[in-house]
């Protein structure tokens, strides 16, 4: 048997192919912070194409760099040392040096570039910094040339003045003045500067003999040695380096300190007012150390101790104080000659349903009572009417209910003249007497309107003699005060009243500046649903324009739309113009300001002041004292609590006055919240967490304060008429009270003799002195006028028979029901008890 272990397999030929050309290798590099990475290097082969087939061509000898001169002396020449060995052609560790050498002088390639880059910008930079020196230079000596090239010729002109007046002066003093003035200082004559020779440029080592630029290199024997602890220089050093050297070159000097004006406020901080002075709060901090202050740079400092600070480094202080920042509008008085004449403002006045509204609309030509909840006026409204002589006329329509105090002083503080209502038939009631001092307070004239004459019971001449107890007195009866009897509901003698107010207007002479920024007062405020919040605003001086940055109290906004009483939009409103103003950013409360600023910040910035003034009254509390604290504490008042939202700022405070008005020594009223708007999911939490119901006058919720409100078991009270709103409030806060007890005495008994009832209880004799003893009644024991028992009457007899009741003067048996400590001698007192709603 053959042996074909050693035959070719059929097919199986051994693959060609060539010797692998391309050997690849990892280098790793170290650098500044730790940092390192990796290179992979890949080295390719010469291949030679020979008679023999090819052949791989073996790699230069890597020969290592020359070291650098060093620049002293040189040293006797070592011995040379012995060649390295040949290394085979595919040795690795030739290639992976071979691979180092090409990475080292691609670096030193580009950093040679670099430096090259570098010196050639310090170079134009000091050319342009010596040739910016040379020009100045010039510029100097050609300005002292000029100067004394002037003063030269200043004097040798005088002087030949003063030759000429003195005809027989010798010519030859001229030199020796000459040379006087050559000694003088100042009189110099100007001499050739020698050119200014430019400054060396300081060498620099050469390339080949700095050690330092190679000390954290990446070198050969340290890549093959593994030695990784080695940090080269990072090229961001290097940037950072080289920027600071041309900072260095560029700067000319020390910059000379600038003084500031620095505003200290009563009370700043450390670190404030070191950004005030751009200086290091570090040495503001150093120099309060110094003044024996220790503190931080958090802490808060006085304005005296600032302003030696201030003072210390070289500033200027400038003192103000917190409320400066507010707007100061009583010292804003415009100039005569800026003044021109304005509407009146008139303001209605009067007691409840007198007619006043009635009045006002006939006057306009509209229907407001018509609209009215209750038939009363419980909002104030701004109106323009124009009369047939093109004169203009502004109304304030007030409410006259007595729960409305604070809309009828403010209607008399921003008007001109008060137009008092007086029903003819009703005479003076209370909210009459009030206008009439809200009237004298605020120190504007009045005319008396004496409406609804038409009526048959209609007594002028009454209405007129009333007025006499308030030191009112009429033209009628030798006064100064103008009265018009007039009729609202058939117009009679409107026109009188117009001409009466004209006549008064123009008796007072009236002038606004229409020509600078705008300040008014707010009539009213409210927050609509679909347009936010809304002001009426009587601009009193200065034109508000569409677009005008305001503060409002403590509300900044600026002018979106402003709606005039009609209805209409316009883009300015001028002096006694009333205008609904769009824009606000909260609802700000009736009576505030309104005054323009220059810009948002200012807003922003009045208002915070404002805030934070409304707050710490707010939050400041009354010392508290141990008769306080212990008054307090034994104080068994119950509370009230409720959460009022209404349509107006104005229905706000009245609610909330009158509320407050219901409160007694038993209950009092806490309102938790009281706001304009409709009623809001987070006003039902505040009312759910305290048992509190909501009172929504002329508004409603939203869908999910009403869903808030089923979960919670939240109650509503809905009002469009105040006192249904104020009687209801009288009788909760009556009812949280319960009902009082009260004790009605109906006879008095004195027991004469005890006898044993069965075999424990005890019936007393008694003699009737007063009254009627009644069986079932409370009774009450007394022994020597103290009580001993509380009890009732649970059998009343006389003789053997049982009976109803018993008269004065008679003797009875009586079994009392929880006791039997009786004694001969007691008095026995009979009452019944009653309950009865409170009421406050």
Same mark, same amino acid.
């Given at each position: 048997?053959? $042996?074909?272990?050693?035959?070719?397999k059929?097919?199986?030929? #051994?693959?060609?192919?060539?010797?692998?050309?391309?050997?690849?290798?990892?280098?790793?590099?170290?650098?500044?912070?730790?940092?390192?990475n990796?290179?992979?290097?890949?080295?390719?082969?010469r291949?030679?194409?020979?008679?023999?087939?090819?052949?791989?061509?073996p790699?230069?000898?890597?020969?290592?760099?020359?070291?650098?001169?060093?620049?002293?002396?040189?040293?006797p020449?070592?011995?040379?040392?012995?060649?390295?060995?040949?290394?085979?052609?595919?040795?690795?560790?030739?290639?992976?040096?071979?691979?180092?050498? /090409?990475?080292?002088?691609?670096?030193?390639?580009?950093?040679?570039?670099?430096?090259?880059?570098?010196?050639?910008?310090?170079?134009?930079?000091?050319?342009?910094?010596?040739?910016?020196?040379?020009?100045?230079?010039?510029?100097?000596r050609?300005?002292?040339?000029?100067?004394?090239?002037?003063?030269?010729?200043?004097?040798?002109?005088?002087?030949?003045?003063?030759?000429?007046?003195?005809?027989?002066? #010798?010519p030859?003093?001229?030199?020796?003045?000459?040379?006087?003035?050559?000694?003088?200082?100042?009189?110099?004559?100007?001499?050739?500067?020698?050119?200014?020779?430019?400054?060396?440029?300081?060498?620099?080592?050469?390339?080949?003999?700095?050690?330092?630029?190679?000390?954290?290199?990446?070198?050969?024997?340290?890549?093959l040695?593994?030695?990784?602890?080695?940090?080269?220089?990072?090229?961001?050093?290097?940037?950072? #380096?080289?920027?600071?050297?041309?900072?260095?070159?560029?700067?000319?000097?020390?910059?000379?300190?600038?003084?500031?004006?620095?505003?200290?406020?009563?009370?700043?901080?450390?670190?404030?007012?070191a950004?005030?002075?751009?200086?290091?709060?570090?040495?503001?901090?150093?120099?309060?150390?110094?003044?024996?202050?220790?503190?931080?740079v958090?802490?808060?400092?006085?304005?005296?101790?600032?302003e &030696?600070?201030?003072t210390?480094?070289?500033?200027?202080?400038?003192?103000?104080?917190?409320?400066?920042?507010?707007?100061?509008?009583?010292?804003?008085?415009?100039?005569?000659?800026?003044?021109?004449?304005?509407?009146?403002?008139?303001t209605?006045?009067?007691?409840?349903?007198?007619?006043?509204?009635?009045l006002?609309?006939?006057?306009?030509?509209?229907?407001?009572?018509?609209?009215?909840?209750?038939?009363?006026?419980?909002?104030?409204?701004?109106?323009?009417?124009?009369?047939?002589?093109?004169?203009?006329?502004?109304? &304030?329509?007030?409410?006259?209910?007595?729960?409305?105090?604070?809309?009828?002083?403010?209607?008399?503080?921003?008007?001109?003249?008060?137009?008092?209502?007086?029903?003819?038939?009703?005479?003076?009631?209370?909210?009459?007497?009030?206008?009439?001092?809200?009237?004298?307070?605020?120190?504007?004239?009045?005319?008396?309107?004496?409406?609804?004459?038409?009526? $048959?019971?209609?007594?002028?001449?009454?209405?007129?003699?009333?007025?006499?107890?308030?030191? %009112?007195?009429?033209e009628?009866?030798?006064?100064?005060?103008?009265?018009?009897?007039?009729?609202?509901?058939?117009?009679?003698?409107?026109?009188?009243?117009?001409e009466?107010?004209?006549?008064?207007?123009? /008796?007072?002479?009236?002038?606004?500046?229409?020509?600078?920024?705008?300040?008014?007062?707010?009539?009213?405020?409210?927050?609509?649903?679909?347009?936010?919040?809304?002001?009426?605003?009587?601009?009193?001086?200065?034109?508000?324009?569409?677009?005008?940055?305001?503060?409002?109290?403590?509300?900044?906004?600026?002018?979106?739309?402003?709606?005039?009483?009609?209805?209409?939009?316009?883009?300015?409103a001028?002096?006694?113009?009333?205008?609904?103003?769009?824009?606000?950013?909260?609802?700000?409360?009736?009576g505030?300001?309104?005054?323009?600023?220059?810009?948002?910040?200012?807003?922003r910035?009045?208002?915070?002041?404002?805030?934070?003034?409304?707050?710490?009254?707010?939050?400041?509390?009354?010392?508290?004292?141990?008769?306080n604290?212990?008054?307090?504490?034994?104080?068994?008042?119950?509370?009230?609590?409720?959460?009022?939202?209404?349509?107006?700022?104005?229905?706000?405070?009245?609610?909330?006055?009158?509320?407050?008005?219901?409160?007694?020594?038993?209950?009092?009223?806490?309102?938790?919240?009281?706001?304009?708007?409709?009623?809001?999911?987070?006003?039902?939490?505040?009312?759910?967490?305290?048992?509190?119901?909501?009172?929504?006058?002329?508004?409603?919720?939203?869908?999910?304060?009403?869903?808030?409100?089923?979960?919670?078991?939240?109650?509503?009270?809905?009002?469009?008429?105040?006192?249904?709103?104020?009687?209801?409030?009288?009788?909760?806060?009556?009812?949280?009270?319960?009902?009082? %007890?009260?004790?009605?005495?109906?006879?008095?008994?004195?027991?004469?003799?005890?006898?044993?009832?069965?075999?424990?209880?005890?019936?007393?004799?008694?003699?009737?002195?007063?009254?009627? %003893?009644?069986?079932?009644?409370?009774?009450?024991?007394?022994?020597?006028?103290?009580?001993v028992?509380?009890?009732?009457?649970?059998?009343?007899?006389?003789?053997?028979?049982?009976?109803?009741?018993?008269?004065?003067?008679?003797?009875?048996?009586?079994? &009392?029901?929880?006791?039997?400590?009786?004694?001969?001698?007691?008095?026995?007192?009979?009452?019944?008890?009653?309950?009865?709603?409170?009421?406050?």
């Amino acid at each position: 048997m053959s $042996d074909t272990t050693d035959k070719p397999k059929l097919g199986a030929r #051994a693959p060609l192919g060539l010797k692998r050309t391309v050997e690849t290798g990892k280098v790793k590099q170290s650098f500044s912070h730790g940092r390192s990475n990796t290179v992979v290097v890949e080295v390719k082969k010469r291949r030679i194409l020979g008679p023999g087939g090819p052949q791989e061509a073996p790699p230069a000898p890597v020969q290592e760099a020359p070291k650098p001169a060093a620049p002293v002396a040189r040293a006797p020449e070592p011995a040379p040392r012995p060649a390295a060995p040949q290394r085979p052609v595919n040795d690795p560790a030739a290639r992976r040096e071979l691979q180092e050498k /090409l990475l080292r002088e691609a670096e030193e390639a580009r950093l040679a570039q670099l430096e090259e880059a570098r010196r050639r910008e310090d170079k134009q930079a000091q050319q342009a910094t010596e040739e910016e020196k040379r020009r100045a230079e010039d510029n100097r000596r050609a300005e002292e040339e000029a100067r004394v090239k002037a003063e030269q010729e200043a004097q040798e002109t005088a002087r030949r003045v003063e030759q000429e007046a003195a005809a027989p002066a #010798a010519p030859a003093t001229a030199p020796a003045a000459e040379e006087e003035d050559e000694g003088r200082p100042g009189h110099a004559r100007p001499k050739h500067h020698a050119p200014v020779a430019k400054r060396p440029e300081p060498a620099r080592p050469a390339r080949g003999r700095d050690d330092r630029r190679h000390a954290g290199k990446l070198t050969v024997s340290r890549a093959l040695s593994g030695d990784d602890d080695s940090r080269a220089r990072s090229l961001a050093a290097l940037r950072r #380096a080289r920027e600071k050297d041309r900072r260095h070159h560029m700067q000319s000097g020390p910059a000379a300190k600038q003084v500031r004006d620095v505003v200290v406020p009563d009370a700043i901080s450390v670190q404030e007012l070191a950004n005030r002075m751009a200086e290091r709060a570090a040495d503001l901090v150093k120099a309060l150390f110094k003044m024996g202050m220790v503190v931080t740079v958090n802490q808060t400092i006085d304005q005296d101790t600032a302003e &030696l600070l201030v003072t210390e480094f070289g500033h200027n202080i400038k003192r103000v104080s917190e409320s400066d920042v507010d707007i100061q509008t009583e010292h804003d008085v415009d100039a005569d000659e800026t003044l021109q004449p304005r509407p009146p403002v008139v303001t209605i006045m009067g007691h409840v349903d007198h007619g006043k509204t009635s009045l006002l609309d006939a006057i306009r030509g509209a229907n407001v009572v018509a609209g009215e909840a209750g038939g009363i006026t419980q909002h104030i409204g701004a109106y323009q009417v124009s009369l047939p002589d093109k004169s203009k006329i502004t109304f &304030l329509d007030t409410p006259g209910h007595e729960a409305f105090t604070e809309m009828r002083a403010r209607g008399a503080n921003v008007t001109d003249i008060v137009v008092l209502v007086v029903a003819a038939d009703d005479g003076l009631k209370p909210q009459t007497v009030e206008a009439i001092n809200h009237t004298k307070a605020a120190g504007v004239p009045m005319i008396v309107a004496i409406n609804k004459i038409d009526k $048959d019971g209609a007594r002028p001449q009454r209405v007129r003699e009333e007025l006499l107890q308030h030191e %009112i007195v009429v033209e009628d009866l030798g006064g100064d005060v103008q009265d018009v009897e007039v009729s609202a509901l058939k117009k009679t003698n409107l026109d009188k009243l117009l001409e009466a107010i004209a006549l008064q207007a123009e /008796l007072l002479e009236l002038k606004a500046n229409p020509s600078r920024p705008a300040e008014g007062a707010v009539v009213e405020a409210k927050l609509d649903k679909g347009r936010g919040p809304l002001a009426t605003v009587l601009v009193q001086r200065g034109t508000l324009r569409v677009g005008d940055v305001f503060v409002v109290g403590a509300v900044p906004g600026k002018v979106r739309a402003m709606i005039d009483d009609k209805g209409r939009q316009v883009k300015e409103a001028g002096p006694s113009v009333p205008v609904e103003v769009l824009g606000l950013s909260g609802v700000p409360s009736a009576g505030d300001t309104l005054t323009v600023v220059e810009n948002d910040a200012r807003a922003r910035e009045v208002a915070a002041y404002r805030q934070s003034v409304i707050d710490r009254k707010r939050t400041t509390s009354a010392p508290v004292s141990l008769e306080n604290m212990f008054a307090s504490r034994a104080s068994q008042t119950k509370e009230f609590p409720l959460v009022v939202k209404a349509d107006v700022q104005g229905s706000v405070e009245a609610i909330v006055s009158a509320v407050n008005r219901i409160s007694t020594e038993d209950i009092k009223a806490r309102i938790l919240h009281s706001g304009v708007g409709a009623i809001t999911e987070s006003d039902v939490i505040l009312a759910a967490a305290s048992g509190a119901p909501i009172i929504g006058f002329n508004v409603r919720p939203n869908a999910k304060a009403r869903e808030t409100a089923e979960r919670n078991k939240v109650e509503f009270r809905y009002y469009d008429v105040i006192y249904h709103l104020t009687d209801w409030v009288r009788e909760a806060m009556g009812g949280q009270l319960g009902p009082e %007890i009260v004790e009605t005495v109906l006879g008095r008994a004195e027991v004469k003799e005890v006898f044993p009832a069965g075999k424990r209880d005890k019936a007393a004799g008694l003699l009737v002195l007063e009254g009627v %003893i009644r069986k079932g009644l409370h009774a009450r024991l007394t022994r020597e006028d103290v009580i001993v028992s509380k009890t009732t009457i649970s059998s009343l007899r006389r003789f053997k028979d049982d009976v109803a009741e018993v008269r004065a003067g008679l003797e009875c048996g009586v079994l &009392l029901a929880d006791t039997n400590d009786i004694k001969p001698g007691d008095h026995l007192e009979v009452f019944e008890v009653e309950e009865r709603q409170r009421t406050l």
